[in-house]
């Protein structure tokens, strides 16, 4: 692997970096508070091309390769969280599925207006019930002539409240556990479709988390995305591409912690002396240096076996478990060298700190990776 970037890299990641600087950080302390980042920011995502990238250019999208969506990705989270899981619900787990799976119907339907901003997606996989074990869910969807009916509700869906569009996983056969499990593309106006914003989130507050009701929600056949049947490992092969751009978020968290650790360690004076003069202090910073540099090397590699076509599953689970604990570690640190101020969120890290702790808890959670490498390496299962 050459870590060295091109020059369209380089460029892409000088874009994404005056982007977060420019339309991001100076809002991220009001969206928090107000729990909702301005809407207007998707449009602008969609224009400069980072809800595009590494899709067909016929349908819209910006094309690049992984390690440019990588480089996105991280300056993203390094700005607001809350921005980076939009993109990387809408990007990375709706349209790189409708790309992967869809008919060209589909595709022409709703990969331009995704790609352009015009238009959101979300990913409705876990329910009340079911979460780390998603292949028992218990949403229906009962065919009926040329249509299906989908009955069931859906929990703490990213972007739920603002998708135009549902990736949906409901039971549409009677075979057991996760082979009876299908994907659905459902028009989030459908009637039947209710949607609740969840409040009270410890972190990622500017984003619009929900529950989703379906009755009788009613879509035709061809609202199927890939094989009847074939769900799960829709989703699974998602979730898989999705832990690269998690761990690649956790790394703009841990950078963005180690860029204030250090500037404040530089400005703040006790004893009569900077505390970056100190090795205990010192040692708070160093720890979460190498943070960011393993977390962004285990990201960088999943993006490069991707791109060169290998297999990746197992990589993308180590850097999403080890990038999503780091990203609390490094955040913690930093809090921790901010002293009291770090616990006010006119200070960045605590913020930092709250948005990082759910990283070990979606798209699998630090056990469940944990159970999926530990497969990879024994080839026995504990599901
Ligand atoms: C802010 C937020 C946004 C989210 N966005 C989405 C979204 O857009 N779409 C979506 O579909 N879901 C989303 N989720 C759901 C998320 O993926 C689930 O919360 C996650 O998969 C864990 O499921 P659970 O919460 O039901 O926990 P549970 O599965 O009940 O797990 C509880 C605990 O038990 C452990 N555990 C469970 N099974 C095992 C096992 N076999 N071995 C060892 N330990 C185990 C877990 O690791 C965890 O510590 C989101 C969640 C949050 C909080």
């Given at each position: 692997?050459?870590?060295?970037?091109?020059?369209?890299?380089?460029a892409?990641?000088r874009?994404?970096?005056d982007?977060?600087d420019?339309?991001?950080?100076p809002?991220?302390?009001?969206?928090?508070?107000?729990?909702?980042?301005?809407r207007?920011?998707?449009k602008?995502?969609g224009?400069v091309?980072?809800l595009?990238?590494t899709?067909?250019?016929e349908?819209?999208g910006?094309?690049?390769d992984?390690?440019?969506y990588?480089?996105v990705?991280?300056?993203?989270?390094?700005?607001?969280?809350?921005?980076?899981g939009?993109?990387s619900?809408?990007?990375?787990?709706v349209t790189k599925?409708i790309q992967?799976?869809?008919?060209e119907?589909?595709?022409r339907?709703?990969?331009?207006?995704?790609?352009?901003?015009?238009?959101l997606?979300?990913?409705?996989?876990?329910?009340?019930g079911t979460?780390?074990?998603?292949?028992n869910?218990?949403?229906?969807?009962?065919?009926d002539?040329?249509d299906y009916?989908?009955?069931?509700?859906?929990?703490?869906?990213?972007?739920?409240?603002?998708?135009?569009?549902?990736?949906?996983?409901?039971?549409?056969?009677?075979a057991?556990?996760?082979k009876?499990v299908s994907?659905?593309?459902?028009p989030?106006?459908?009637p039947?479709?209710?949607?609740?914003?969840?409040?009270?989130k410890?972190g990622?507050?500017g984003?619009?988390?929900?529950?989703?009701?379906?009755?009788?929600?009613r879509?035709?056949?061809?609202a199927l995305?890939?094989?009847e049947?074939?769900?799960?490992?829709?989703?699974?092969?998602?979730?898989?591409?999705g832990r690269?751009?998690?761990?690649?978020?956790?790394?703009?968290i841990?950078q963005?912690?180690l860029?204030?650790a250090?500037?404040?360690?530089g400005?703040r004076?006790q004893?009569g002396?900077?505390?970056?003069?100190?090795?205990?202090?010192?040692?708070l910073?160093?720890?979460?240096?190498?943070d960011?540099d393993?977390?962004?090397?285990?990201?960088?590699?999943v993006?490069?076996l991707?791109?060169?076509?290998?297999?990746?599953?197992?990589?993308?689970?180590q850097a999403?478990?080890?990038?999503?604990?780091?990203?609390?570690?490094?955040?913690n640190?930093?809090?921790?060298?901010f002293?009291?101020y770090?616990?006010i969120d006119?200070?960045?890290?605590?913020?930092l700190?709250?948005?990082?702790?759910?990283?070990t808890?979606?798209e699998?959670?630090?056990q469940?990776?944990?159970l999926?490498?530990?497969?990879?390496?024994?080839?026995?299962?504990?599901f």
């Amino acid at each position: 692997m050459n870590l060295e970037l091109s020059e369209e890299q380089t460029a892409v990641r000088r874009l994404a970096k005056d982007f977060v600087d420019r339309e991001i950080a100076p809002n991220v302390v009001a969206w928090d508070r107000a729990e909702e980042v301005d809407r207007a920011v998707v449009k602008k995502l969609g224009e400069v091309g980072f809800l595009g990238l590494t899709i067909d250019e016929e349908y819209g999208g910006s094309g690049g390769d992984h390690l440019a969506y990588c480089l996105v990705t991280e300056e993203l989270g390094r700005g607001d969280s809350s921005v980076r899981g939009i993109v990387s619900v809408s990007l990375g787990l709706v349209t790189k599925t409708i790309q992967a799976y869809g008919t060209e119907e589909q595709k022409r339907e709703w990969i331009p207006r995704l790609t352009a901003g015009e238009a959101l997606g979300c990913f409705g996989l876990t329910e009340p019930g079911t979460g780390s074990d998603a292949g028992n869910l218990t949403t229906r969807a009962v065919r009926d002539g040329d249509d299906y009916v989908l009955n069931g509700s859906k929990m703490f869906i990213t972007n739920g409240t603002w998708a135009d569009v549902v990736l949906l996983f409901a039971r549409s056969t009677d075979a057991p556990g996760h082979k009876g499990v299908s994907a659905f593309l459902v028009p989030a106006d459908t009637p039947g479709l209710t949607r609740r914003t969840i409040h009270g989130k410890l972190g990622l507050r500017g984003q619009a988390t929900a529950e989703l009701t379906l009755e009788d929600v009613r879509v035709p056949a061809t609202a199927l995305l890939g094989p009847e049947g074939k769900g799960f490992s829709i989703a699974m092969a998602a979730l898989a591409k999705g832990r690269m751009s998690v761990a690649a978020g956790c790394v703009g968290i841990a950078q963005a912690a180690l860029d204030a650790a250090v500037g404040y360690a530089g400005e703040r004076e006790q004893f009569g002396k900077s505390i970056a003069s100190y090795q205990l202090v010192q040692e708070l910073i160093s720890d979460i240096a190498v943070d960011v540099d393993a977390a962004r090397l285990l990201t960088w590699r999943v993006a490069d076996l991707i791109d060169r076509g290998e297999s990746f599953a197992t990589a993308a689970s180590q850097a999403k478990l080890f990038a999503s604990e780091a990203a609390v570690r490094a955040a913690n640190n930093a809090l921790q060298v901010f002293g009291g101020y770090g616990y006010i969120d006119e200070y960045p890290v605590g913020k930092l700190l709250r948005d990082a702790r759910v990283m070990t808890l979606y798209e699998g959670t630090s056990q469940i990776q944990k159970l999926i490498i530990g497969r990879a390496l024994t080839g026995v299962s504990a599901f």
